[in-house]
């Protein structure tokens, strides 16, 4: 019996492990975004949507033919995964706060992203009060970081039990910034 306990719990160990690893993301199409000075890969078959306002924006990533994003609106993000340019760095401190609080069961660990320091926040969403939002429950992951004096945030939302942490990770893992305005000849230039 105590064999069997073991087997099972190195089993969900490493099965826990794989799939908090990162996507190998050789195959996967770059989203290279130069209004909002980054560029990430993500999963060939998936599709875009931006919405982008003087600097400032969203980018959802997801697959299928649904909506990813409803500009001009209060209402969550349809995607799987989000990357936004929500403020400026002054502001920094105070979004991190406000995500650790607004999760249920909120977990927060310091991580680098693009050689910077980002802080990762992850939870689930809490009861809904008014107006739109989440449904309660909704698993999410939040990494917070600044460049050229604006925050960064890239989101994963587990929605319609579609968990896609993996191909997140990955995403983050490949995750740049580049200067916002190509240069002459086409490609960006990292700017880590």
């Known amino acids: ?19 908090n690893q990162p996507a190998n993301t050789a195959e996967w199409a770059t989203y290279i975004g130069h209004e909002l000075g980054f560029q990430i890969k993500h999963p060939r078959e998936w ?10 924006g ?14 001009n ?15 400026l760095a002054s502001d920094y401190d ?7 609080e607004g999760l249920e069961d909120s977990k927060r660990e310091d991580i680098l992203v693009a050689g910077q ?3 990762k926040i992850s939870g689930e969403t809490p ?5 739109p939002g989440l449904p309660e429950g909704i698993k999410q992951t939040y990494i917070a970081l600044t460049h050229n004096n604006k925050i960064y945030l890239l989101m994963h939302f587990n929605l319609e039990n579609k968990n896609y942490i993996k191909e997140f990770n990955g995403m983050v893992q ?17 700017s880590n």
Not at 58 to 71: H, P, S, T, Y
């Open 1 to 19: 019996m105590g064999v069997l306990i073991i087997a099972v719990l190195i089993g969900g160990l490493l099965w826990a492990r794989e799939r």
């Open 47 to 56: 599709r875009h949507e931006h919405c982008l306002t003087d600097g400032f």
């Open 58 to 71: 969203i980018v959802g990533f997801g697959e299928g033919e649904e909506q990813l994003l409803i500009c």
């Open 73 to 87: 609106s209060d209402a969550p993000p349809l995607s799987y995964v989000n990357v936004a340019v929500v403020g």
């Open 94 to 100: 105070t979004l991190v706060k406000n995500l650790s």
């Open 117 to 119: 320091n980002a802080v």
């Open 127 to 131: 009861e809904p009060g008014e107006g």
């Open 174 to 190: 490949s995750f740049q910034f580049i200067d916002s305005v190509p240069p002459a000849g086409g490609s960006p230039t990292p």
